[in-house]
T-cell receptor, first 112, second 112 residues
Framework: EDQVTQSPEALRLQEGESSSLNCSYT??????LFWYRQDPGKGPEFLFT???AGEEKEKERLKATLTKKESFLHITAPKPEDSATYLC?????????????FGQGTTLQVKP | DSGVTQTPKHLITATGQRVTLRCSPR?????VYWYQQSLDQGLQFLIQ???????AKGNILERFSAQQFPDLHSELNLSSLELGDSALYFC???????????FGNGTRLTVT
């Protein structure tokens, strides 16, 4: 069964204090690993897709990396507006479906 | 704005009742997905439709059903509602099985 585990559950940072969020996964044939950002009362907002080990993607202060067992979302010099819940999800290569299996998320709070 | 529209935004109803949630996907997207998000369960996949046909099924209760119409909008029907059905229900759409899912802002269902 496909599984995604994110850690930590919650993270508090000072503005400018860099850190990383972890997403470990087990999946039968990874088609893609996805990172989303979710603000309270809103739907998840797509950030990145990673397809193979060694791949990296960047967007502003965020950088996502992928290995065969886990992915990291690195946040460099975060700002208060980066506060949100970050969700990791996997897409399995088995079956003709694009459904995503999500982790529980990491809730990030960045204090000024 | 993801381009995915969900109505209504909020729904308050009593136990035993039936409700219908509506979703309009992004223009051109043939796949529609339904997810349930509760505090203790995270984002749980319910069901996927592709161009009017059911493509994948997740942990969807027998009291719940969905369909996708010829104009590609989708409806999720929830019947014999219980207190535990209170949650955020999200719809998402995608272009293909390898594409990221784009989420609407959800319908918050409260069962009293």
């Amino acid at each position: 069964e496909d599984q995604v585990t994110q850690s930590p559950e919650a993270l508090r940072l000072q503005e400018g204090e860099s850190s990383s969020l972890n997403c470990s996964y087990t999946v039968s044939g990874l088609r893609g690993l996805f990172w989303y950002r979710q603000d309270p009362g809103k739907g998840p907002e797509f950030l990145f897709t990673l397809y193979s080990a060694g791949e990296e993607k960047e967007k502003e202060r965020l950088k996502a990396t992928l290995t065969k067992k886990e992915s990291f979302l690195h946040i460099t010099a975060p700002k208060p507006e980066d506060s949100a819940t970050y969700l990791c999800a996997v897409q399995s290569g088995s079956g003709n479906t694009g459904k995503l299996i999500f982790g529980q998320g990491t809730t990030l709070q960045v204090k000024p | 704005d993801s381009g995915v529209t969900q109505t209504p935004k909020h729904l308050i109803t009593a136990t035993g009742q039936r409700v219908t949630l509506r979703c309009s996907p992004r223009s051109g997207d043939l796949s529609v997905y339904w997810y349930q998000q509760s505090l203790d369960q995270g984002l749980q996949f319910l069901i996927q439709y592709y161009n009017g046909e059911e493509r994948a099924k997740g942990n969807i209760l027998e009291r719940f059903s969905a369909q996708q119409f010829p104009d590609l909008h989708s409806e999720l029907n929830l019947s014999s509602l219980e207190l535990g059905d209170s949650a955020l229900y999200f719809c998402a759409s995608s272009t293909s099985v390898s594409s990221p899912l784009h989420f609407g802002n959800g319908t918050r269902l409260t069962v009293t």
